[in-house]
């Protein structure tokens, strides 16, 4: 495959993610946070079947087989439910923001584990994506340490399954690279994940379905984002031009917000876009702190 087509078939995966912020939320308005985060990773789960197939569990390493599930499984769990559990769409957005310090996270964990080398730079890198995020919750206050924990306790379930979200996945992002081995075990961890959801929608008591049109038609869209937007990005990461890809990655939490914004008619505030360009922006400098260096 050409390598313009494969990165722009890359970007394209970038662009999906991008969605899937304000569709899970939407899905979780009908079928529940734990049973909309089921439906959407069983139908993306399946998807993933027929687009990158079916595992081949001998290749992988035992240590991949376990960490890597376990990670991961742990990781969309704090994602989706996270946001499953927000009481508003402009909650759900904020929530998906503090998701996204995991690329600045990864890097300062590569670092430290991989000692990787790396230019100061890092160091206003980090504290501007945090600073960015407190912008973020601070609303109009700025950086009203109040009103930042205002909001938090407003939903502390929320907010901190999204922090830990993006712990976890920092982990996962810098020890699976050691321990895959090549393989790719996506299809595996997207059907473990929904099983996970199901056995917790079994255990516990969970709202009625509610459906309409709308929520459908998140779900189709939600599952086709997750599904395709991982097959996607493999064909890029293998095939088309890493470094372009993954600059560009970083500027997802600007597209999310964007599209988020418009599938769950939310307005923002100029004070959010700072804040949200300023996450950008760190984790940006985090990653060119690496480059850098290595030139």
């Not at 909309?36 to 789960?45: E, P, Q």
């Not at 379930?157 to 982990?171: F, N, P, Q």
């Not at 869209?221 to 088309?240: E, K, S, T």
Request: charged share 5%.
């Amino acid at each position: 495959m050409p390598q313009k087509k494969a990165t722009l078939i890359g970007m394209l995966a970038i662009l999906l993610w991008s969605a899937i912020v304000g569709l899970i939320k939407n899905v979780s308005e009908g079928f529940g946070a734990v049973g909309g985060a089921a439906l959407i990773y069983s139908a993306s789960a399946v998807l993933l079947i027929f687009t990158v197939g079916l595992p081949k569990l001998r290749t992988f390493t035992r240590s991949y087989l376990i960490i890597g599930s376990v990670l991961f499984v742990c990781y969309e769990l704090c994602l989706s439910l996270s946001l499953g559990f927000t009481h508003s769409g402009r909650q759900a957005i904020e929530v998906g923001m503090v998701n996204y310090l995991w690329p600045s996270l990864t890097i300062v964990l590569a670092v430290i584990v991989n000692r990787q080398k790396t230019h100061p730079l890092i160091v206003p890198g980090v504290l501007l994506a945090v600073a960015g995020i407190c912008r973020v919750l601070g609303g109009d206050q700025g950086f009203s340490f109040s009103e930042i924990a205002h909001n938090v306790m407003d939903n502390p379930l929320s907010y901190g399954l999204a922090l830990s979200g993006a712990v976890i996945w920092a982990v996962y992002c810098v020890v699976t690279k050691k321990i895959a081995n090549g393989s790719n075990g996506i299809t595996l961890f997207f059907i473990l994940t929904a099983l996970t959801l199901w056995l917790k929608f079994l255990l516990s008591p969970q709202p009625p379905f509610v459906l309409s049109p709308e929520v459908c038609i998140s779900l189709a869209l939600a599952a086709m984002a997750m599904g395709f937007g991982y097959a996607a990005w493999n064909v890029g990461i293998l095939h088309g031009n890493v470094t372009i890809l993954a600059a560009a990655s970083y500027f997802i939490p600007i597209i999310s917000s964007i599209l988020a914004a418009f599938i769950l008619r939310s307005h923002l505030t100029v004070a959010f876009w700072q804040g949200t360009a300023m996450v950008s922006l760190g984790s940006l400098m985090c990653w060119w702190s690496t480059r850098v260096q290595q030139a």
